[in-house]
């Protein structure tokens, strides 16, 4: 019984330099004590830099464009469903939300100087009638650019003049183009070459992306503004 009071005081003394011990690891030094408990509180994944957000300029673009050029996007519909998109300087030109595309054609004139859009459109090409996009095409000023979008089905009303005068705007495809094809495309008035901003879709039950339409088309790029003496 009369240990009892020695062992009461060596187990104080051991316990008070545990605790000693304890807080000065936790502590690290003097000033060092409040990060290293900061960071047995931390978690793993809150300590980790958060990846940058890779910046997107004008329409989307990964990369800006060079002077005196227009940046563009341009998306075809998908199926029947959802529409088209041409955006041109970060200005939607034409979309579902500006209630301004339709089934078939979806076309914008710019002004390819200046960049401002001239007139934007929708044909029919299912069941309206050709005559409006030739009207539409064929006085066309020298310099003018041409955005095209399909949706659903820009081919079934085409005709040889039809497919002629795109071709003049630079188009490779359009010669080609048929029921339910995806395809976009940028060419211009007065061009000597085929036009580099193209992309088509063949219409396939093999390759469709879905039931009876090939996959949506984007396309974006860089345009070179036309000389006011172009």
Not at 2 to 29: D, E, H, K, N, Y
Request: aromatic letters at 8%; charged letters at 25%; one cysteine or more.
């Amino acid at each position: 019984m009369r240990l009892a009071g020695p062992l009461r005081i060596v187990v104080l003394v051991v316990a008070v330099g545990l605790t000693w011990i304890v807080i000065s690891i936790l502590l690290g030094g003097p000033g060092g004590g409040f990060p290293r408990i900061q960071h047995l509180f931390t978690s793993p994944e809150s300590s980790v830099t958060a990846e940058p957000r890779a910046r997107k300029y004008k329409c989307g673009l990964p990369q800006p464009c060079p002077e005196e050029h227009l940046a563009f996007r341009v998306v075809s519909g998908a199926a029947n469903v959802i529409g088209p998109k041409i955006c041109l300087e970060d200005r939607m030109l034409m979309s579902s939300v500006k209630d301004n595309v339709g089934r078939g054609l979806n076309i914008a004139l710019v002004n390819g100087v200046s960049g401002e859009l001239i007139e934007a459109r929708a044909f029919d090409m299912w069941a309206g009638d050709v005559n409006d996009l030739l009207k539409f095409i064929r006085p066309l000023h020298e310099g003018t650019l041409v955005f095209v979008a399909s949706y659903d089905d820009p081919a079934t009303k085409m005709n040889e003049e039809t497919r002629k005068l795109f071709g003049e705007l630079g188009s490779k495809n359009a010669k080609e183009l048929a029921f339910r094809d995806s395809w976009v495309f940028v060419g211009a008035k007065g061009v000597q070459n085929k036009s580099p901003f193209e992309q088509h879709m063949k219409n396939s039950k093999h390759t469709n992306k879905y039931e009876g339409w090939p996959e949506a088309l984007e396309m974006e790029g860089c345009i070179p503004r036309r000389s006011a003496a172009s």
